[in-house]
């Protein structure tokens, strides 16, 4: 069982560093945006193989507000992108 959550953890750990470098690099800003949300999901992720990894339940509430922060940034930017970019 530690190897498989040892595993988790790395796979996961590279793919924040891969979508780190995506949110830096993003040729425009919508893909950026998808970036971020892969990361604020990947986090999530890494936060429940945590919690079950230290057997703490707390720290699945700590993934769950994260989940919602992504989700809330997630729709405001689609607000952001349908009015536009100028304020009205």
Do not use: N, W
């Amino acid at each position: 069982m530690d190897i498989v959550i040892l595993i988790s953890q790395v796979i996961m750990s590279l793919a924040l560093i891969l979508t780190f470098v995506r949110v830096v690099r993003g040729p425009s800003l919508p893909d950026r945006v998808v970036a971020l949300e892969l990361f604020s999901t990947t986090v999530v992720g890494l936060v429940g193989v945590y919690a079950i990894k230290s057997d703490v339940a707390s720290f699945l509430d700590a993934a769950i507000v994260i989940a919602l922060m992504g989700f809330l940034a997630a729709i405001a930017f689609a607000r952001f992108l349908e009015r536009g970019r100028t304020a009205r």
